[in-house]
């Protein structure tokens, strides 16, 4: 099992940055990507960044140039900086990691509870 706990989120002028947190807990040896979420009201829910265990990265080509995705290993935690941010950015961002399985064929998705970022001026 793995427990997600997002944090960073807030209101900013349009402009603005900042930066999300994700702290995972529990059996996070097992984890293999691990990426970001965002949901806006009456909007499905869409990748934002993600980042594997080797290092391959990928945004959503909204936010290439403006979003970071990083990790750093040795405290179980992704970063998402925000900068130059949109009133389109707005929505809950939330954390989504894949662990492997018993099995080479199994793996499982954990999702944090989200966090609020709200861009408007």
């Known amino acids: 099992q793995v427990q997600l706990e997002e944090s960073g989120g807030g209101l900013v002028q349009p402009g603005g940055s900042l930066r999300l947190s994700c702290v995972a807990s529990g059996s996070t040896s097992s984890m293999y990507v691990m990426g970001w979420y965002r949901q806006g009201p009456g909007n499905q829910r869409e990748l934002v960044a993600s980042i594997v265990n080797g290092g391959d990265i990928n945004y959503q080509d909204s936010v290439k140039g403006r979003f970071t995705i990083s990790k750093d290993n040795s405290k179980n935690t992704v970063f998402l900086q925000m900068d130059s941010l949109k009133p389109e950015d707005t929505g809950v961002y939330y954390c989504?990691?894949?662990?492997?399985?018993?099995?080479?064929?199994?793996?499982?998705?954990?999702w944090g509870q989200g966090t609020q970022v709200t861009v408007s001026s």
């Open positions: 989504n990691v894949w662990v492997r399985g018993k099995t080479p064929t199994t793996a499982l998705t954990y």
